[in-house]
């Protein structure tokens, strides 16, 4: 349980389908990088399968669905070239933020550190962060470039906490902050380690989303206040 806010000590949001509605923004960059080596990915196996992992992950996970080995230098090349094409749809602004973000993270921000944990690249995370107003509010941004594994690794969320305690000079502790996500396959990482989790179900269902401590249909302040009270 989240047991009231009195006693949350952080607040880390996962980015894409969190604060911001971009996971179509990154599946086109997939479809169309795919597209030009051959590969067709639809978006059914890309929201059913792979929401969650980094980019790296993604292309991964792609590969191996199809039996195709990845060199090194072949997956450097396909990160490169989604991340060209990310960059443009983003400069074209092909997202927005989440209904009622803005209020909710101004809301909190005024009570806890905020950090952000992604598995975007740190250049898409600011770009969308500025669009949205909204790069003010964050102490620590941890992108796919700040940990050696993504996700759905856990790896990134510790290292934020950590970040988070150095600049804060507190000590925040997993069992004292909550974390917005929108994947299944990250909470279930992430609850043994003790965070509590709350699941946004932008791009997933409710259903799929109830291993978190709580779940929230959409990210308005009164949605989130009444969850963190409970």
Request: hydrophobic share 45%; charged share 25%.
């Amino acid at each position: 349980m989240l047991e009231g806010m009195r006693k949350i000590s952080a607040v880390v949001f996962d980015f894409d389908g969190v604060l911001v509605q971009s996971e179509h923004l990154h599946f086109e960059a997939f479809a169309r990088a795919a597209g030009d080596v051959g590969i067709e990915l639809s978006a059914s196996e890309y929201f059913e399968n792979l929401i969650g992992y980094d980019d790296r992950g993604v292309w991964r996970a792609i590969a191996s669905a199809r039996g195709i080995t990845l060199k090194s230098g072949q997956l450097l090349e396909l990160l490169a070239h989604k991340a060209r094409v990310a960059r443009q749809l983003i400069l074209d602004r092909r997202y927005e933020a989440l209904e009622g973000v803005e209020e909710t993270v101004r809301s909190l921000w005024r009570r806890y550190p905020l950090a952000i944990c992604s598995g975007a690249l740190r250049d898409e995370i600011e770009l969308m962060l500025e669009g949205v107003r909204l790069r003010d509010c964050f102490r620590v941004i941890t992108s796919a470039e700040d940990v050696s594994v993504g996700k759905p690794d856990p790896a990134g969320y510790v290292h934020t906490i950590a970040e988070l305690s150095r600049l804060t000079q507190k000590s925040i502790k997993a069992e004292s902050t909550v974390v917005f996500e929108d994947a299944p396959r990250v909470i279930e990482r992430l609850r043994p380690l003790g965070f509590r989790t709350i699941g946004v179900a932008s791009t997933q269902s409710l259903e799929s989303l109830s291993i978190a401590d709580a779940v929230v249909s959409d990210m308005r302040w009164s949605t989130v206040r009444a969850v963190l009270s409970a």
